[in-house]
């Protein structure tokens, strides 16, 4: 019997893709992060053991360096080190890994490789060290995911293949802002090497800001004194990095195969440094290291000469530390004021015959780029460069859109593209989904192939404004999966399909590495969370390789919590939490959902109604709603609908609408409030929608069980600047959304 059923299973395994197979027997499908040029997979496998050799060419240094750190990643994995043995570049040496340049195609450029996997050996060829390392990240991909996570074996196995690889752009960056929040030393080596495993190969340090000065600078040691530090409450939050500090990371990022590009704000985004050295400003201060977010006034005077000295003492101690090609010089987000109100400014803008500030701005520009001139190295700048004039060898970082991308290009300016729509990596993954990012082009399309050519390649920005350390990983990945196979992979081959298959298994890497990436929350699916005698609480299926859990009682979910098996009814109020858990056991943040068994609220006696809502008007600054109803207005009336075309002005103002709404039937009904800034919406003395808070247009909304007639309602709003809205939407028995029509809106005579 037992024969008989393992015979009938036999041809049934032979079916099975490889990739279901124990992968002790065989080696998994191939799914590398970005994907190779080319990858044709054959039969068989390599077997990557004790007895393994590493061979690589005598007398190359940085080769020989290659293939130590394979080796180093090999001993983890095996529990042993491997042999790197120099060889006059001998092929086909059984159990050998060979690296080597010898006879490369110099088609592959500085950072190509080719990969050749057969049952006797591995040779990975690339006219560069550069090459061999990137082909180094592709073999540790063709490993099975537990490789990275420290877990030793004493043989794993290498699918037989060949790969010819390099490539699309040659700048592939992450810019990590260490001056919102400090990021420790450690943690930028871990993301050198987490930008190394997916061939990025540019590190964007962003070193000073308004909120902190980070890198240690001799010259000016109050720099780091006072400007590493600011105020939170009663306690100090800061750190730097010293000038050891910083060689340290330099050199383990050149052992990677990275540039790290400085970042060094001027003129704005300054406020640090203004605090530590006061007469580098306008006014002459005194300022503090800034402790909220946002953009300063204050900024360099550029109208000093001591400014431009101390601007060439910091960065020639920058050069010395970073041995780039580039140093960025921010630019970005200069406000103007000061330099309108200076009269060594305005004396500088006369002098020099500039037409405006904007001409100023550039002057600065062109000044520093004078100073990195002399010192052999090319300044980048943010796209803001471009005002008033470009600074004649600078290279653009355009995030603002395109345009800026475009207008730099045109002019036969190098370019890095990083635009907010797809590039900003502090943006929630609602915003800037992992499709999303995965689908960014670097180059635009107006431009002509030749303009084209300037568009060196593009940057993930991570700004820390709402991320501190732990949180980076969560914001970072996997978008920047998404982001390195953008860069690298050529475009014709770029798949969603493909590249959602081969993040599976890339997930289980990412877990082998203890990356903490964004999971996204089990999506609610049920339309009422009002109900008179039950709910159905639906969730959107989780998929193949994920569960949902979930609690009733508020509590944080656990992985022992109950399980998501389908619709499930409630006869009771209830809060459901719900948490993602993937295979391995990660889980999302947890999504809340509070589901309330209501009877139907009776309507108020009738009195004596006239149409339109009694509204009360305020003037003030807030930035979420005050208590209106203890507050004076300064002007009251009716209004005909909710909405605030009755305001004075513009920007800081509140507004409070009450009267009655009348409905016409039994039943559950949803309120919408659409505002900017923030808004509620009560029925009688329950708060219905709460969309309170500075935010920019967001709908909100809430139910509740009425019986027809007329119920007291309050709509509350304020407006703190820029966009400007309030509309309130319902929906109820009988009746789609719609806007609260005038028709409906009564107040007591
Ligand atoms: C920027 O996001 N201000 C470059
Ligand atoms: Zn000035």
Known sequence: MRTLILALMLPLLAAMPADTLNSDSRAAKPAVIPRPMVMKVSRGTFILGLETLILVEIGEGDVRAVGYYLSERLAVALNRNLPVRGTPSREGVRRAILLTTAGADPDLGDEGYELTVTKESVTLRAPTATGLFRGVQTIRQLLPPEFEAGEARNEWRLPCLYVKDKPRYRWRG??????????????????????????????????????????????????????????????????????????????????????????????????????????????????????????????????????????????????????????????????????????????????????????????????????????????????????????????????RGMSGAIEAATMGHD????????????????????????????????????????????????????????????????????LAEALWSPAELRNWSDFSRRMKTHYRRLNSLGVNYFIPPPTVLSLDNVFLDEATVL???????????????????????????????????????????????????????????????????????????????????????????????????????LGIALRERDEGFAMEFTGHIGVPADGIYTFYTDSDDGSRLYIGSTLVVQNDGLHAPRERRGQIALKAGAHPIRVTMFQAGGDLRLVVSHAGPGFAKQTVPSSVLFHKK
């Open 415 to 482: 370019v890095i593209s990083s635009p907010t729509s797809h590039c900003y990596l502090d943006y929630s993954h609602d915003s800037i989904s992992l499709e999303k990012i995965y689908s960014f082009d670097p180059t635009p399309p107006e431009l002509t192939p030749e303009q084209a050519k300037h568009i060196l390649g593009g940057e993930g920005n991570m700004w820390t404004e709402h991320a501190p350390q732990e949180r980076v990983d969560r914001q970072v990945f996997p978008r920047l999966c998404g």
């Open 174 to 399: 992450l810019l990590l802002d260490t001056c919102r929040h400090f990021m420790t030393k450690e943690f930028i080596k871990r993301y050198i090497d987490l930008l190394a495993y997916h061939k990025m190969n540019v590190l964007h340090w962003h070193l000073t800001e308004d909120q902190g000065w980070r890198i240690e600078i001799k010259r000016y040691p109050k720099l780091t004194e006072i400007g590493a530090w600011r105020g939170e409450g009663d306690a100090r939050y800061g750190g730097f990095y010293s000038q050891e500090d910083i060689k340290e990371v330099v050199a383990y990022a050149q052992s990677r195969h990275i540039m790290v590009v400085p970042e060094i704000e001027m003129p704005g985004h300054s406020q640090a440094a203004l605090a530590a050295y006061p007469d580098l400003s306008c006014t002459g201060g005194p300022f503090e290291v800034g402790t909220r977010w946002g953009v300063y006034s204050d900024v360099y005077c550029a109208g000093n000469e001591k400014v431009f000295e101390f601007l060439e003492g910091v960065l020639s101690e920058v050069v010395a530390l970073f041995p780039a090609q580039y140093i960025h010089i921010g630019g970005d987000e200069c406000p103007k004021s000061r330099w309108e109100e200076c009269e060594k400014c305005q004396a500088r803008i006369r002098e020099d015959d500039l037409a405006d500030e904007h001409e100023l701005q550039s002057y600065f520009i062109k000044r520093i780029e004078g100073i990195l001139k002399r010192k052999n190295r090319t300044l980048i700048g943010w796209d803001e460069i471009l005002e008033g004039g470009l600074a004649p060898s600078a290279t653009v970082q355009s995030w």
């Open 539 to 641: 969730f959107e299926d989780a998929g193949p390789s994920a569960e949902i859990r979930y609690t009733l009682d508020g509590s944080d979910p656990t992985r022992a919590s109950l399980l998501y098996t389908g619709p499930f009814r409630l006869n009771e109020s209830a809060t459901v939490t719900a948490v993602l858990v993937r295979e391995g056991g990660r889980m999302s943040e947890p999504i809340r959902m509070d589901f309330l068994k209501q009877t139907l609220r009776p309507p108020d006696p009738a009195g004596d109604l006239a149409p339109g809502l009694k509204y009360r008007y305020f003037e003030g600054h807030w930035t979420e709603l005050p208590h209106l109803e203890d507050m004076q207005p300064s002007t009251t009336g009716t209004a005909e609908t």
